[in-house]
């Protein structure tokens, strides 16, 4: 039977009012939920760098196609970082009804006529998380002669939000957070936490990551890249993917948001974030502190375990990470006389895109609410055992009402943030 839990508003009443994404599974939120409807791995042989002197020759990368469409649609950067970012801010910005001209259109193509312009004199901070910055510009200075970039800006991290300004004017604080493969939860937490102190109307939360040389030779010398595809909580699960990519929520007080006549496309009911310290890159085999983030989710959002209808994981397909991630789960949420929880990891389908990981999976999140579809783990074959207590969602997914989604992320340093999203429309929506 459900435990009775008493009802508290949404975390100072924010929601979502808009989405907006660039991943390997092309340019747009829509092909990147296309593509995780359809259960499609996006991951592929790398292109861009030799992969010769690695055990894998696979990553996520954007699509040539929507290279060369984003070529003309955000201005010129030395970052593909930069211009991915920038990109789904527009896109967001103007999905939610902020921008009058310029972004992605609502038929999902792009125009950039007349620049950007906000709505109401909004103040507007950007809250962005990543995990490599500008540092892959490098890649393209280093040559068999040796190494002959020009300048030295492409080592400011910072530069990675130099084009947001220019789709989506920004008069608020401009905050670049670093805090390794959950930072783009922390993001979400940091707009949201601006916008409780009443520091700016709207907050740009997004994340961006662009495919380095340097993050496969360091996850070669962790010997944790599958040779084909990533499979979480899969039985032969032999490592991650590597991705590149960008996404972006828009979030407001719904206060801010009923005012301007915009419409919230989901709520941000909590969000928690906790750190074991435990080691430099193995999770604590005891995932504590994922226990300790997800409760505070849930006594923040007045929710019961067994209310949670999709876990998001962050499962990266590593032998310990995963059951690490499940064991964790089953603890706060699973139990004698509870139903188990359903959990799927969308990085078999769109590999590892660290710093954009965890927005892209809340974009994710507020489009399985809007079509009741729970996403599938796509490369799943065989169920580890140790995951027995999860209800792991098969590989095509499967249509169900999803009202409320937790999405967790973690990383190396043992940081780890979790989100816990509420469709538009429900009891905590003000």
Known sequence: MATAVERTPGRAGIVVTG???????????????????????????????????????????????????????VPPHRSLAARCLAAAAAEAAHGAGLT??????????????????????????????????????????ITSAGLTAEGTDWAEPARLLDLVPEVVPVDGPVVLLASGCSVG?????????????????????????????????????????????????????????PAEGAAVVILESAEHCAARGGLPLAVLLAHGAAADAYHLTRPRPTGDAL??????????????PEEIDWVCAHGTGTRASDGVEARAIVSALGGPGRRRPAVSSLKGMLGHTQGAAGVLEAVVAVLAMAAGHLPGNATLRRPDPACAGLDLVPPRGREAPVATVLSLAFGLGGGVSALLLGAAGGDDEA
């Open 100 to 141: 009058r001209t310029g972004g992605f259109t609502r038929t999902g193509g792009l125009t950039r006529e007349g620049g950007a312009s906000t709505e109401g004199g909004a103040r507007t901070g950007v809250f962005a998380g990543t995990v490599m910055g500008t540092r892959p510009v490098l890649d393209h200075g």
């Open 19 to 73: 989405v907006g994404a660039v991943s390997p599974a092309g340019l747009g939120h829509r092909a990147l939920w296309d593509a995780v409807r359809g259960g499609r791995v996006t991951t592929g042989a790398v292109t861009r760098f030799d992969t010769s002197r690695h055990p894998s020759h696979r990553a996520g990368e954007i699509p040539r196609s929507a290279l060369s469409r984003l070529d003309s649609l």
């Open 185 to 241: 939860g922390d993001a979400v937490a940091c707009g949201a936490a601006a916008i409780s102190e009443g520091e700016v109307d709207v907050a740009i939360c997004g994340g961006a990551e662009e495919l380095s040389q340097e993050v496969f030779a360091m996850f070669t010398t962790l010997r944790a890249l599958a040779p084909d595809v990533a499979r979480p909580f899969d039985d032969d699960r032999l490592g991650m993917q």
């Open 291 to 304: 226990v300790e983030a997800i409760g505070t989710c849930l006594r923040d959002a007045g929710r019961a």
